[in-house]
């Protein structure tokens, strides 16, 4: 595992967090009743925080949630949050959702009583109140095209953005990669030869939107560019040569 350190200052809280992965997961992984199944594109999320299932007529969930005793059979819900570039220890986040099932029309819905967001830097309960009355991120939808663009296109706008990245912070850096972007900042990941680091860079207001956010990030580059250190991959590579 990395030295993973966050600067958290101007980031979403652990009730946005989870919101925001349960909006941009496309899988889910559902224990109820002795069963374990892996659901595909199959989850959508209501503003209140329930889950709602779109499963086969066949389902072993399905049919566990019409003949439990009660009608409600308990489950948990597995979502992770993987980071769309590529990097070492993909998973950012993981969000545990424990609750009840009641069927819904064809599919299910899950009332969850209990949510859990675990983080690299640790595990927390979020409030069933406050789960349900937060709302995701406004940029988790498009965070992972957003992503790829900056790292496949504009890796010279990564690079010039360590410069904002206090030097101790890349000593034996080797690669930085953008690892996630919300309405509050951009996070970099610091990749060495055998351990990683992230770091924030907050933006200096929230970004409600695409259009906002390219000028949150033109205010970053800008801030980057005043800076006048060398780039530190820059200076790894030419004292390798040398």
Do not use: K, N, Y
């Amino acid at each position: 595992m990395g030295d993973h350190t966050h600067g958290w200052a101007a980031a979403p809280g652990a009730a946005e967090r989870a919101r925001s992965v349960l909006a941009a997961a496309w899988s889910c992984t559902v224990t109820a009743e002795g069963t374990r199944e892996e659901l595909v594109g199959a989850h959508t999320v209501t503003d209140d925080g329930r889950v709602l299932l779109d499963v086969a007529e066949d389902s072993t969930l399905l049919t566990a949630a019409i003949c439990a005793p009660r009608g409600e059979p308990s489950a948990v819900l597995e979502f992770a949050d993987v980071a769309p570039v590529p990097v070492r220890d993909r998973i950012r986040a993981r969000v545990w959702l424990a609750g009840w099932f009641a069927v819904q029309g064809g599919g299910l819905a899950f009332e969850p009583t209990r949510v859990v967001l675990r983080r690299p830097s640790g595990a927390l309960i979020v409030g069933r109140d406050e789960f349900a009355t937060a709302a995701p991120d406004p940029l988790a939808g498009a965070e992972a095209r957003l992503l790829t663009h900056l790292a496949d296109c504009h890796g010279d706008a990564v690079e010039r953005l360590t410069r904002l990245v206090d030097p101790a912070g890349l000593q034996g850096a080797v690669r930085v990669r953008p690892l996630a972007v919300d309405r509050h900042g951009l996070t970099l990941r610091i990749e060495r030869l055998r351990t990683d680091g992230d770091v924030r860079l907050p933006f200096h207001a929230p970004a409600d939107d695409v259009s906002q956010l390219t000028e949150r990030m033109h205010v970053l580059l800008t801030q980057a560019s005043a800076v006048s250190r060398p780039r530190a991959l820059q200076r790894q590579r030419t004292d390798g040569d040398g």
